[in-house]
T-cell receptor, first 116, second 111 residues
Framework: GAVVSQHPSWVICKSGTSVKIECRSLDFQATTMFWYRQFPKQSLMLMATSNEGSKATYEQGVEKDKFLINHASLTLSTLTVTSAHPEDSSFYIC????????????FGEGSRLTVL | TQLLEQSPQFLSIQEGENLTVYCNSSSVFSSLQWYRQEPGEGPVLLVTVVTGGEVKKLKRLTFQFGDARKDSSLHITAAQPGDTGLYLCAGATAGSYQLTFGKGTKLSVIP
């Protein structure tokens, strides 16, 4: 089946630094990727929709200057958490849908961010 | 805003018991997906249902899509410890790849 890979799986950083998380579709092209945030024991909350070659669409309440999304190619989207603070600590998950498919989403393994 | 109400939120049962998880909405979805998520990992798709009244079986798991495509259920027969995990339902609307997620059901199957 289709594979979506996230990197890094775990990251610990100091408060005030920026962290970049990559989401790659390994065996298909994805025009659209999605970024989610998940707090412990809770469901996924959609943060933004990432479209290749254009600006991301952010959900209400998500700061676009805080969570920078770049979708520079059909196989890579990145999420950069800028000036991270402890409250940004969370599990970040991406998903991607193949360009030639009709709706199936494939999820990455997730990235655990801990801000000290 | 479309909402998916998932219940129960937590479920702890003995091995061998049956259980049902429900996903309800006032909105119509073009398709509904069920995922299972292990701690520290991304969700893994179990099934997609697209037709009202559709029933799909995956070994001991039975998924049903409501006739009006507003609700769905997941039934597990003779639960095993390996079924432990977070089960998420997610609905999609026609023409969009975005999913609306339920809050999830944390299932624990005790040996």
């Amino acid at each position: 089946g289709a594979v979506v890979s996230q990197h890094p799986s775990w990251v610990i950083c100091k408060s005030g630094t920026s962290v970049k998380i990559e989401c790659r579709s390994l065996d298909f092209q994805a025009t659209t990727m999605f970024w989610y945030r998940q707090f412990p024991k809770q469901s996924l909350m959609l943060m933004a929709t990432s479209n290749e070659g254009s600006k991301a669409t952010y959900e209400q309440g998500v700061e676009k200057d805080k969570f920078l999304i770049n979708h520079a190619s059909l196989t890579l989207s990145t999420l950069t958490v800028t000036s991270a603070h402890p409250e940004d600590s969370s599990f970040y998950i991406c998903s991607a849908t193949p360009t030639d498919n009709t709706g199936e989403l494939f999820f990455g393994e997730g990235s655990r961010l801990t801000v000290l | 805003t479309q909402l998916l109400e998932q219940s129960p939120q937590f479920l702890s049962i003995q091995e061998g018991e049956n259980l049902t998880v429900y996903c309800n909405s006032s909105s119509v979805f073009s398709s509904l997906q069920w995922y299972r998520q292990e701690p520290g990992e991304g969700p893994v798709l179990l099934v997609t249902v697209v037709t009202g009244g559709e029933v799909k079986k995956l070994k001991r798991l039975t998924f049903q899509f409501g006739d009006a495509r507003k609700d769905s259920s997941l039934h597990i027969t003779a639960a095993q410890p390996g079924d432990t995990g977070l089960y998420l339902c997610a609905g999609a609307t026609a023409g969009s790849y975005q999913l609306t997620f339920g809050k999830g059901t944390k299932l624990s199957v005790i040996p």
